[in-house]
């Protein structure tokens, strides 16, 4: 349910989304190789990988991919203090609740940065 909100608010915001129910089947997505440009991702996640895990897979198939994560709780299961992916995901985080604004301007500010990639270079 609020995959769906966050997707209508999105779409409303004239992006174009497309919603996966679990971290396997936004895999299956993107090892498909579609068009994909930001994955806004809960940090708890309804099956054997959390939000970071998610991430990490995701930047090893497509490392251009923005990721945002967004999640209620203040602190994260995942986190390891070498990983470097995790900790620049987690200063990022979306805290929920957020309204339409904060939504928006995280997504902007997400497209905007550098992937991962050009980062950890």
């Known amino acids: 349910m609020v995959a769906n909100v966050a997707a209508g608010i999105l779409s409303e915001l004239g992006y174009k989304t497309r919603i996966a129910t679990s971290s396997s089947d936004a895999l299956e997505i993107i090892t498909a190789g579609v ?14 990988l959390n939000g970071f895990e998610f991430a990490r897979a995701v ?44 939504l928006a301007a995280s997504v902007r500010r997400s497209l905007d940065a550098p992937p991962l990639s050009e980062v950890l270079e």
């Open 35 to 48: 068009d994909v440009d930001l994955i806004f991702s809960d940090v708890v996640m309804p099956d054997d």
């Open 59 to 102: 930047s090893k198939v497509r490392p251009n991919i923005r990721i945002q994560l967004t999640s209620g709780f203040t602190k994260f299961r995942g986190v390891e203090a070498d990983d470097e992916i995790s900790r620049i995901l987690a200063a990022n985080v979306l805290t929920k609740p957020y309204n339409r604004q904060e």
